[in-house]
C-alpha cells in the first residue's frame, strides 16, 4: 500500500517530492529512536544484573554485627549489596534450610536435629547483660537470684536490697535464641514468668529503660545509656570478662550455611571477610567480643 501510495505521489509537483521526503526521514528518525530507546533500556537492565546480592536472615540481637561488617565489605566491594532480614535466630535457621537467604545468624548453638542439615560457625561472642531501669538502686544479683527472679519465687524489689515494688519481667518471644541462651545458662527453660514477651532486643531495652520495675535482659552489643547494666555476682560483662568466662551469661553468635550447598562467589566471600581478623574490630566496634583467630 506504501508503495501505491509513493507511486501515486511521483508524477505530482515539487510539494509532492517533498511530502515523499518527509515520509522516509520520518522512518529512519523513527527507527534511530527506537534503537536508542532500546540501548537505554539493554543498559538498565545489565546494571540492574550486575549487582550481586549476599542475603542474611536472623538474630536481631546480631544486628549492629552484621551491620558493621556488611558496610565495611560493601566499601571495598561496590558491586556487591549485603541484606539484612531481622526476624530473629530460629526464623534465620528456617530460612538457610529453606533456601531463602545465603547465611543465617543465629545467637544461640545449633540443635542436635538442627546439625543434620546445617553447618554452624562462631563468629563472635556475646555476653547477656541482665538490664534494669536506670533508677533502680539494685545494681548486682547472683545467679541464683536471677533465676528466682524469672521463675516468680522472687516477686519483689525489696527482697534483693531494692524498694517495696513488684518486679516485672520483661523477655523475648519462645523463638530468640537470646532467651534460649538466657534461660540455658540460668537453668530457667520453660519456667519463666514473663510480663511482656517482646519480638526483638531493642523492644525489651525501650520497654526496661521505660518501667522503673522492670528487669530484662538483652545483648550486650544493644545495650546502650537508657537502661543500667547490672553485674552479675559481682562482674561486669566486657571483652575481658566474657573471653575469661567469668561473666557468666554469655553465648556465641553463628553463622548458619547448608552442609550440602557450600557458598560461592560473593557470599562465600562475604563469609570469608566476616571470619577474618581483619573483620575483629568491626566485631568490637559492635560491642560483641571476636573470637580467637
Known sequence: MESGILNMLKGKNKKSKGLIMIMKTTKIFGAAILSAIMAIVTMTGCGKTSQKTVSTDGSTSMEKVIGYLSEAYMEKNSDVKVTYNPTGSGSGIQAVQEGRCNIGLASRNLKDEEKADLN????????????????NPVSDLTMDQIAKVYTGEIDNWSEIGGKDLPIVCIGREAASG???GFESITGTS?????????????DVVQ?????????????????????????????MPSDETIL?????????????????????????????FCMSSEADEYIRKAGAVPIAK
Not at 120 to 135: F, H, K, Q, R, S
Not at 191 to 201: D, V, W
Not at 244 to 271: C, H, M, P, W
Open 178 to 180: 537470646t532467651r534460649d
Open 190 to 202: 520453660e519456667k519463666c514468668k514473663y510480663a511482656q514477651e517482646l519480638t526483638s532486643t531493642g
Open 244 to 272: 575469661s568466662g567469668e561473666y557468666k551469661i554469655q553465648r556465641n553468635f553463628v553463622f548458619v550455611t547448608k552442609k550440602d550447598e557450600e557458598l560461592t562467589g560473593s557470599a562465600k566471600d562475604f563469609f570469608d
Open 207 to 235: 520497654t526496661v529503660s521505660s518501667n522503673p520495675n522492670a528487669i530484662g535482659y538483652a545483648s550486650l552489643a544493644s545495650v546502650n545509656d537508657s537502661v543500667k547494666t547490672m553485674s552479675v555476682e559481682g562482674i
Open 120 to 135: 554452624e560457625t562462631v563468629i563472635a561472642i556475646d555476653g547477656i547483660a541482665v538490664i534494669v531501669n536506670p533508677d
